[in-house]
């Protein structure tokens, strides 16, 4: 399966972003769908998934201002980024677990600035 992640960009503080990230095939049968992120010098890092069953996960760094979420017709899942801050600018990568096996999309980048 392939990941099309998009929606990432410069933005300043308190600012807004979508992210979106188009799966190749349906997604209603995934394990899980989600994002993680990635700044200079620091490890990846969970920022949100959907579970089988429509259950969320999110980092504690996020909860409140990011929302995930996902439409199986379009085959793809959102992250609405809100209140956005410097700290969040990282690379974020979309990611799906199927049969237990790890997929990745290509990162998009999200810059927090002003």
């Known amino acids: 399966v392939q990941l099309q992640a998009s929606g990432g960009g410069l933005v300043q503080p308190g600012g807004s972003l979508r992210l979106s990230c188009a799966a190749s095939r349906g997604i209603f049968s995934f394990d899980a769908m989600g994002w993680y992120r990635q700044a200079p010098g620091k490890q990846r890092e969970l920022v949100a998934r959907?579970?089988?069953?429509?259950?969320?996960n999110y980092a504690d760094s996020v909860k409140g201002r990011f929302t995930i979420s996902r439409d199986n017709a379009k085959d793809t899942v959102y992250l609405q980024m809100n209140s956005l801050k410097p700290e969040d600018t990282a690379v974020y990568l979309c990611?799906?677990?199927?049969?237990?096996?790890?997929?990745w999309g290509q990162g998009t980048q999200v810059t927090v600035s002003s």
């Open positions: 990611h799906a677990v199927i049969r237990r096996r790890d997929y």
């Open positions: 959907i579970i089988s069953g429509d259950n969320t």
